[in-house]
Every structure is written in C-alpha cells, then in structure tokens.
C-alpha cells in the first residue's frame, strides 16, 4: 500500500489549496479514504472521510463548510479543496485508509497558512 499526498504549500488567509492523495497497492474503490492533520504540539486530528461506495463524507466541525473531500475511483485519488483557510488550519496533512484493524499512512504534506 503507497498512498503519496502533493498539493500543499503556503497561502495567505482567506486563499484556496486542493490536495491530492494518490493511491496504490489495493482496491482503492472498496476502502474509505480520510485526511488527518497534525499541527505542532497538537495531536492528530481526523478532518474529512469519505466513503465508497457511495461517497458519504463527513467532516470535522472546524472545517465543515470549508473543505471539501472527493475521491476519483478510476484515477485511485482523493482529495481535499480547502477554502477560506485560516492560520489555524496550518498543519502537515495525512493521507490515510485501513482494513482489518491496520492502517496505512502517506508521508504527509505541510499547509502553512500566513500573511
């Protein structure tokens, strides 16, 4: 299992950033995806899950009507659209799916919200 997010960086408040989650080495289409985020001295913390099928999603309180997660089932890719972004919202962000009480982790990709 590879999952590999890209897409990070910095902004400034108020802009946009899309990241992306490629995924390899499973079913993609049968698993949920989720990203996480962890902030310094903070512990990590789930943001947005979909499923599949079906594609239901959910989402932390601090980001609903901020970020949106998709998934492409025939490209093995999720993503996250963040808007509105806040200094808050820096943090790295995880890639994450799991099965059978195991989960698997991308490398993570940092999101620096700044002026």
């Known amino acids: 299992v590879q999952l590999v997010e890209s897409g990070g960086g910095l902004v400034q408040p108020g802009g946009s950033l899309r990241l992306s989650c490629a995924a390899s080495g499973f079913t993609f289409s049968r698993y949920a995806m989720r990203w996480y985020r962890q902030a310094p001295g903070k512990a990590r913390e789930l943001v947005a899950s979909i499923l599949s099928p079906g594609g239901s999603t959910n989402y932390a309180d601090s980001v609903k009507g901020r970020f949106t997660i998709s998934r492409d089932n025939a490209r093995n890719t999720v993503y996250l659209q963040m808007n509105s972004l806040k200094p808050e919202d820096t943090a790295v962000y995880y890639c994450?799916?799991?099965?059978?009480?195991?989960?698997?982790w991308g490398q993570g990709t940092q999101v620096t919200v700044s002026s």
């Open positions: 994450n799916t799991g099965w059978n009480l195991k989960d698997y």
